[in-house]
């Protein structure tokens, strides 16, 4: 059973440019969260997608945005790249059991390096 | 605003004692907290998760209690090993996994 999968494993950009993220949830599960975490810093929440909605969104701007297929896998973008985007970028999935999602399992992230 | 602090310091203990990591929130009413595990260049891994309702929940060496009161959890590794070094991430929820805050964490570093 594969878990949580991102690609690219890592990702130069150039500042201005705009960049795609992609994650496969772990099989079995149908919510997609997106973080960012910085260098010594914990997970901060982007947002979270649910039946190919947005769920809930954390304070990042509206360059930020995201999207859910019907098979449950997601992107992340991010336009007009600033250097403070450079981050790990961690895609978390759950499962939504009787209206909570709780236990997240993460993949092993995109680490994005913008110049 | 809404703050979760751990132990920015790292915590150096000796094989086979009991590490104990702590995490304080402000400004927040979590239905329940979670604790997780994470590597250098890897993602969280999910250890516990303990509800507003219930003090305290373990799972094998891993005890984890939660003050509602204090607004504060405390998370114990007993027999600790080389392996638990690792950095430890709190996490706190009050919309049903919907929306999830993590503290900064806490390094852990266990001598031989």
């Known amino acids: 059973d594969a878990g949580v999968t991102q690609s690219p494993t890592h990702l130069i950009k150039t500042r201005g440019q705009q960049v795609t993220l992609r994650c496969s949830p772990k099989s079995g599960h149908d919510t997609v969260s997106w973080y960012q975490q910085a260098l010594g810093q914990g997970p901060q929440f982007i947002f979270q997608y649910y039946e190919e909605e947005e769920r809930q969104r954390g304070n990042f701007p509206d360059r930020f945005s995201g999207h859910q297929f019907p098979n449950y896998s997601s992107e992340l973008n991010v336009n007009a790249l600033l250097l403070g985007d450079s981050a790990l970028y961690l895609c978390?999935?759950?499962?939504?059991?009787?209206?909570?999602?709780?236990?997240?399992?993460f993949g092993p992230g995109t680490r994005l390096t913008v110049t | 605003s809404q703050k979760i602090e751990q132990n920015s310091e790292a915590l150096n203990i000796q094989e086979g004692k009991t590490a104990t990591l702590t995490c304080n929130y402000t400004n927040y009413s979590p239905a329940y907290l979670q604790w997780y595990r994470q590597d250098p260049g890897r993602g969280p891994v999910f250890l516990l998760l303990?509800?507003?309702?219930?003090k305290e929940k373990r799972k094998e060496r891993l005890k984890v209690t939660f003050d509602t009161t204090l607004k504060q959890s405390l998370f114990h590794i007993t027999a600790s090993q080389p392996a638990d070094s690792a950095t430890y991430l709190c996490?706190?929820?009050?919309?049903?996994?919907?929306?999830?805050?993590f503290g900064a964490g806490t390094r852990l570093f266990v001598k031989a």
């Open positions: 996490a706190l929820d009050n919309t049903g996994g919907f929306k999830t805050i």
């Open positions: 978390a999935s759950s499962s939504e059991q009787g209206g909570y999602s709780y236990e997240q399992y």
């Open positions: 303990i509800r507003e309702n219930e």
